[in-house]
């Protein structure tokens, strides 16, 4: 079977499809379009011969299990792996009427799309690395939505590939295909139990060969500033304004300590949102970090600003609560070594030298981690996420599926235990959610 003309086509016909996810909606899925191509991909699978399809009618995931060829006692022994990806796009960019365009045997240089004169994507060097591949690219009015169309077109691919080669050894195989990811649902309504995988991989990642076992630790912080209102006219002696200590204690964030001054492996404390008049302010900080260590003394800093605020500006209360948002999913993989071990070695195989990249964000595989399902991300070759310069390449896709179709077989191999890799740790942004 050759993979490369399957998953190019079925990433373009996917991404023709608006999936586009909403900010702010309470239910899940956020909006109704998503559906359309979760039942595309129910009768896909149907067609290829999957029959244990199921579609959540309410919440729009998808989940198939790929049979074991193992015999079954050995298919019983052998661990149930899971490959998941989002079925929606970005809100930050519109979504509807995508026209992919396939640039054919990529000759180097820049890339101008054809929709908007305005809209080059530069060559860098990974761009440079895919000269002789296809690039998939939308024509720049709209995202591409390869974020994750990429995922899902890779998946599928795979699941097409293992139907027709019955005659491999493999163990069960679930799939899932999920709403919401780029509005922070994606894992709301995750049937984990129901999933019945004993780990699982999104497909979800940047540049070839990048693997995630690590997010942030991520915390919230409510700071209150409360003051005493009163008639402005009449208020000598009596009004404490809280919107004067609010501000000062903005004034009091360590210039070395914010997003827009860190990278790589450093930790952020992050003004977010403020509200308030006279007698009382609310504002929301952000705090992130890869080490608990670091998450605690982010959180000692604000208490130390906020002591310092009450001493300045007497009458007035500053309380301060932190709350959880999402953990390092490195605490539940560094207990799994092999599951990132084995995701390396699948990629050697297919030719793809493997990197760790920790993300500066959450990802669905993250919470999942943390639901009992531990899941590292895989590239999914996508660049440029979220915008109209998003591309990737069919080398990058084939190098996806072959990641995908090692990694059955490595598992089924139950003598293969490759030592972790010791591939270098990178950053970037993705499509990391905050
Ligand atoms: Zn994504």
Redesign the pocket.
Same mark, same amino acid.
């Given at each position: 079977m050759e993979i490369k003309p399957k998953v190019v086509e079925r990433l373009v016909r996917y991404a023709a499809i608006d999936t586009q996810s909403k900010e702010g909606e309470l239910r899940v899925p956020s909006t109704e379009k998503q559906f359309a191509l979760a039942r595309l991909l129910v009768e896909e699978l149907r067609a290829l011969g999957i029959i244990d399809v199921r579609l959540d009618q309410e919440h729009c995931y998808v989940y198939a299990t790929v049979p074991a060829t193992l015999p079954p006692a050995e298919a019983a022994a052998a661990p149930a792996i899971g490959f998941i990806a989002?079925l929606d796009t970005s809100p930050s960019v519109s979504g509807t009427g995508v026209r992919p365009v396939v640039h054919e045997n990529y000759a180097g240089g820049d890339i101008a799309l054809p929709g908007d004169p305005a809209q080059v994507i530069r060559e860098n060097p990974f761009l440079r690395s895919q000269v002789g591949a296809d690039i998939v690219t939308s024509d720049g009015t709209t995202l591409l939505g390869a #974020? #994750?169309k990429a995922g899902i077109a890779a998946i599928m691919t795979a699941v097409e590939y293992w139907m027709a080669h019955p005659g491999e050894r493999r163990g069960t195989i679930r799939v899932a295909f999920t709403p919401d =990811? =780029?509005v922070g649902k994606g894992t709301a309504f995750f049937d984990v139990r129901g999933f019945g995988a004993d780990f699982a991989y999104t497909v979800?990642g940047g540049e070839t060969g990048e693997i995630s076992d690590e997010t942030f630790h991520a915390q919230t912080a409510v700071v209150t500033f409360a003051g005493r209102n009163t008639h402005p006219g009449y208020a000598k002696g009596i009004l404490v304004n809280s919107l004067y200590a609010a501000g000062h204690f903005l004034s009091l964030f360590p210039e070395g300590m914010k997003p827009e001054t860190t990278e790589g492996r450093e930790g952020y404390l992050h003004p977010h949102d403020l509200g308030g008049n006279e007698e009382l302010v609310r504002l929301e900080v952000l705090l992130r970090d890869f080490e608990v260590e670091g998450m605690a003394a982010k959180g000692e800093i604000l208490k130390e600003m906020a002591a310092r605020v009450e001493g300045r500006f007497p009458g007035v209360t500053v309380g301060l609560e932190i709350t959880d948002s999402y953990r390092n999913m490195k605490e539940v993989l560094g207990r799994h070594p092999r599951v990132v071990a084995m995701a390396e070695e699948a990629m050697r195989q297919a030719g793809v030298t493997p990197f760790r990249h920790a993300v500066r964000g959450g990802t669905d595989g993250a919470r999942l981690s943390f639901m009992g399902l531990p899941t590292p991300n895989l590239f999914a070759g996508v660049q440029n996420?979220h915008s109209k310069l998003e591309w990737v390449s069919s080398r990058a896709l084939v190098h996806a599926v072959e990641t995908i179709v090692n990694l059955a077989r490595l598992w089924s191999e139950n003598g293969n235990d490759p030592q972790p890799g010791q591939g270098r740790t990178r950053t970037s942004r993705g499509?990391a959610s905050r």
């Open positions: 989002h #974020d #994750d =990811e =780029e979800d996420p499509s």
